[in-house]
């Protein structure tokens, strides 16, 4: 069912349930974003709102729920954005309020960040900027370290429920966007036919 857009003039009345909807139909990744409490206990929070934002300087972001404890905790503390793997998903339902049945596995480290154990990829993240987005915080990090796994599928939300990552899909994939300034599409370019 779609919404009829508003006579001109007039903002439209969006149903929350349906933009919801429209917005799971977006398949994302899922992350467990962790800092410390200011007395050094580990927090962590499962987002799936992750963005990556600039490689110069290397910048990523979250989108909190105004008013969770760690929305508020993440103004002057670092934090992890831990992209979780396939076989993470009770770590993911522990840390959005169902607890699991052993142990979080954090890495082996009793200074510095929390990070999980098992991620397909940690970036590591030092404050940069919060932003209002209405109901959420939009929260910039600064990476300062990073891992990666490519053994580990990352784990998959879509229309409400965790996925795993499919086959490819027909076609060939390319190395870089572009449109970007690096490939030099758009720098001196006369002539915007196709190849």
């Known amino acids: 069912m779609s919404q009829q857009p508003a006579p001109t003039g007039q903002l439209p009345d969006i149903d929350p349930r349906q933009l919801r909807n429209a917005f799971g ?13 200011p007395d050094g206990v580990p927090h962590g929070a499962t987002v799936n709102a992750f963005t990556a934002v600039s490689l110069d300087p290397p910048l990523a972001q979250v989108t909190l729920i105004r008013g969770n404890k760690i929305s508020g905790l993440l103004e002057d503390s670092p934090f992890a954005i831990n992209i979780m793997s396939s076989g993470q998903m009770d770590t993911c339902l522990n840390f959005a309020g169902k607890p699991m049945k052993g142990e979080v596995a954090w890495r082996p480290d009793a200074e510095g960040i929390p990070v999980l154990q098992g991620n397909s990829a940690t970036l590591e993240c ?10 959420h915080l939009i929260v910039v ?8 796994n490519d053994e580990l599928d990352p784990l998959c939300f879509f229309a ?20 970007s ?3 030099g599409w758009f720098e001196g370019s006369t002539d915007f036919n196709a190849f």
Request: glycine content about 16%; some cysteine.
């Open 25 to 37: 139909k977006f398949a994302t990744g899922v992350t467990v974003v962790t800092c410390r409490t």
């Open 126 to 135: 030092e404050p940069w900027a919060i932003y209002d987005g209405g109901d």
């Open 141 to 148: 990090g600064r990476v300062i370290a990073l891992h990666s």
């Open 160 to 179: 409400g429920k965790f996925r795993e990552i499919g086959d490819h899909v027909g076609g060939a994939p390319w190395a870089s966007c572009g449109d």
């Open 181 to 183: 300034m690096a490939t």
